[in-house]
DNA sequence: GTCTATAGCCAGATAGAC
DNA sequence: GTCTATCTGGCTATAGAC
């Protein structure tokens, strides 16, 4: 029935020609850029060069296209997660590792705000709540949290929820206030506050 | 031309049947409930209990109901903020103040998330920019800054980006979890860090 | 000023030829 | 699997009676 390499990969049966890659790809980031409610299928469909028919072939509704969207961004979150904890073993170093990322992305926030937290944010609105995409923020919230476990601290989910709503703050007054340096600026008050709280021993 | 006494009070020429005001309270609240573009005019008009065509006598689009709305909550930051300045002398009591109201509204932003903050991400999204909407995050950015720098602290500008960005941040993951009390121990915290700052002399 | 009816448009979704 | 043409519904906005 099902190819058992494709299975393995993740891969749904044909994939010959990636487009069902290539539309997933172009929904991250035309609704990165308009919105959710704003996109159309047409817009995704002319940003990945698919005939706007052809996309109903790969997802059945706009909101199934938008799950994906979701648990694409999910795995990228996981398997950036993963390669951070392949690459440092002191848990502050991790935790300087993933905000100095998030802070060197000031450019792209400025423009359209954090990719995570917009979803989550227009996904809250809605009737059903925020379904899947509140793990966007989840993932790296029990990520965060595990690392100042790691440290032995006592309060590591307080510690984690003020670092994770920092950086979402701070995001939102980076794209509202187009000012990219806002992010800058407070990747280096989270490196020095990490280093005060996981003193190097 | 105009009504001396409408025009110094703000009020528009008829404002006999007040359904300028109600269309605008809400619109208010169904944009903070669902967002800005999936709240339909007819959404609007049936919870002011006005007929939709009536709506387009009060506001030539949606664009300018949206902006009417905008305006009405610049000028609720601005008077409860004013109100706050009448209140307390002190730059430290007014911003505990400040934020330990924002922080008692934990059950709404729970349900909604930050009517602010929100309205300036989903405007973001838009080709034009945030426009008035920015006005939102700058003016308790402004009046936050001039509270430390009363305290004294050369770093106010700073000091008003974190504070308002964590407040902002925490709005974010109480209403993404579903979660009240993240705002509250919020509260907490930032009133000690206040404390912290500025010392009761 | 108020309200009904509706025009006009555009989105999501489908049918069906290839 | 692919793509064109089209249906259907809902939304903004207008026309025009009262």
């Not at 790691?150 to 510690?159: K, P, Y």
């Not at 407070?186 to 021993?201: F, M, S």
Request: aromatic share 4%.
């Amino acid at each position: 029935m099902t190819d058992p390499v494709a299975t393995l990969t993740g891969e749904r049966r044909p994939a010959r020609s990636g487009k069902r890659e290539r539309l997933i790809a172009a929904a991250c980031e035309t609704i990165h850029a308009q919105g959710v409610e704003k996109t159309t299928l047409a817009d995704i469909a002319a940003a990945a060069g698919v005939p706007l028919g052809n996309v109903y072939y790969y997802f059945k509704t706009k909101d199934a296209l938008l799950q994906a969207v979701i648990e694409t961004h999910l795995a990228g979150q996981r398997s950036t997660l993963a390669a951070i904890d392949d690459a440092h073993d002191e848990p502050g170093d991790r935790l300087k590792t993933l905000f100095g990322a998030l802070a060197a992305q000031g450019e792209l926030i400025a423009r359209h705000g954090c990719p995570h937290g917009s979803l989550c944010m227009e996904l809250d609105k809605r009737a059903e709540g925020p379904g899947l995409a509140a793990e966007l923020v989840r993932v790296p919230l029990d990520w965060t949290e595990r690392q100042f476990r790691a440290l032995g601290r006592q309060d590591a989910r307080d510690l984690a929820v003020q670092l994770i709503a920092r950086y979402q703050g701070t995001a939102l007054l980076t794209s509202t206030l187009r000012d990219p340096d806002l992010m800058v600026a407070e990747g280096r008050r989270v490196a020095q506050w990490i280093d005060d709280l996981a003193p190097v021993t």
